[in-house]
Every structure is written in structure tokens, then in C-alpha cells.
């Protein structure tokens, strides 16, 4: 099971919207709804963002959400602000019941 | 209140076998749907999925070292641990041990460890 495939990097000004793509195949992310991003500052601990494509766990600002068509899923964060800047990973559950991380996007705020 | 915490040697020598232990607390791993996992990181790189066992004692490994982990629970315990062998320098990372449930956060890693740094050096 190859890394699912995301954007190196991806920047946007504050206010903006910006838009992360996640790409698998029908193994993984097409297999099931189980798509999950996680926000990682620097030397800190991942934190779930969103869960099962499109859920925000308790806490999660509503400018994270989620969307998943056939093998891709995305992640958008709209009224970017300076704090999401961060990497970005998705995740997903695959047919094998293990799991896969993406390659991992770098949210820069201009 | 569920909490992990990653613990192992460091450095370790490269050929020799890594064993790292995740203790918990707040929830069973006797009890259906539950599932413990492991992910590491290198310096500066992605996240990787290592491996997970579930609370039938299924386990699942990532395909690419597959050949070189093995992941065991100790119910009684509340431990898992996770050995990987011929270590390598590429293995230098922070290792995480992480909480996911079947019937919860649509079986996302919800809770992890504070993560523990394994340096493979001579």
C-alpha cells in the first residue's frame, strides 16, 4: 500500500480559503469513509481535525472541513488565519483494516 | 480519561532489534472495538503508519516492513509493544503509540502518546 499522495505545500493570505487534496486508490480511500486529517505544528503531537471525510471532533473550528469524491479526499480550511499554519496529513482506513498516511502538506499563511 | 505513553531505549545500535512499550490508561483493550497502533516520524518528514492491534488480537502491519514488526498486547497490563528488527538509521524517528475505537471518530487515531525519539547510531 503505497503513501496516499498530497500537495508538498500549499499557501494562502489570511481570510482565504485554501483547499487540500488527497489522492489513494479504491483500496483505501475509496473503500470506505473512513478518511481522517490530522494538523501537526512543529515538534508538537497530531491533532484530528476531521473524521470519517467529513465530522469535526468537539473543539474543531467549523472553518475545517471535509469532502471525499471516489479515490480523492480534500480537506478545506476556509478564514485561513495565521494558527493554521501547520503540516497537514490525511489518513485512511483501507480494506485490509490497516492504515495509510498521506504524504503530508505544509500550509504556509502569506 | 485515556492517556498513552511511549517508552523504549535510545540510542539504539544499528542491525540490533528495537523494542518499544506503550502503557495506558482509561480504556480496556479486552473490550470490542478497541485498537491500539503505531506511527513514527522521522526528522523534518510524514507521518507513517507502522502497525495495529485490535482487541481480538488481530493484527495488521504496514506492507512495506511488514518483515520486520511485531505488535503484542498484554491486556492485564494495559500494554502494547511493538518490536522492529535490524534497525537502521533511517529508523531514527519519533515513534507515537495511538487509541482508536471502531464506533467512535469513524476509527481515527483519537488519542496519542507524547511520542518517544529513537536514535539509531554506533
Known amino acids: 500500500q503505497s503513501a496516499l499522495t498530497q500537495p508538498a505545500s500549499v499557501s494562502g493570505s489570511p481570510g482565504q480559503s485554501i483547499t487540500i487534496s488527497c489522492t489513494g486508490t479504491s483500496s483505501d480511500i475509496g473503500a470506505y469513509n473512513y478518511v481522517s486529517w490530522y494538523q501537526q505544528h512543529p515538534g508538537k503531537v497530531p491533532k484530528l481535525m476531521i473524521y470519517?471525510?467529513?465530522h469535526r471532533p468537539s473543539g474543531v473550528s467549523n472553518r475545517f472541513s471535509g469532502s471525499k469524491s471516489g479515490n480523492t479526499a480534500s480537506l478545506t480550511i476556509s478564514g485561513l488565519q495565521v494558527e493554521d499554519e501547520a503540516d497537514y496529513y490525511c489518513i485512511s482506513y483501507t480494506n485490509i483494516y490497516s492504515y495509510v498516511f498521506g504524504t503530508g502538506t505544509q500550509v504556509t499563511v502569506l | 480519561q485515556i492517556t498513552l505513553k511511549e517508552s523504549g531505549p535510545t540510542p539504539v545500535k544499528p542491525t540490533q532489534t528495537l523494542t518499544l512499550t506503550c502503557s495506558f490508561s482509561g480504556f480496556s483493550l479486552s473490550s470490542t472495538g478497541v485498537g491500539v497502533g503505531w506511527i513514527r516520524q522521522p526528522p523534518g518528514k510524514a507521518l507513517e503508519w507502522l502497525a495495529v492491534?485490535?482487541?481480538?488480537?488481530?493484527?495488521r502491519y504496514s506492507p512495506s516492513l511488514n518483515s520486520r514488526l511485531t505488535i503484542t498486547k498484554d491486556t492485564s497490563r494495559n500494554q502494547v509493544v511493538l518490536t522492529m528488527t535490524n534497525m537502521d538509521s533511517v529508523d531514527t524517528g519519533t515513534y507515537y503509540c495511538?487509541?482508536?475505537?471502531?464506533?467512535?471518530?469513524?476509527?481515527?487515531?483519537?488519542?496519542w502518546g507524547q511520542g518517544t525519539l529513537v536514535t539509531v547510531s554506533s
Open positions: 495511538a487509541h482508536r475505537h471502531r464506533d467512535f471518530f469513524g476509527r481515527a487515531f483519537d488519542f
Open positions: 470519517e471525510v467529513n
Open positions: 492491534i485490535y482487541w481480538d488480537d488481530d493484527k
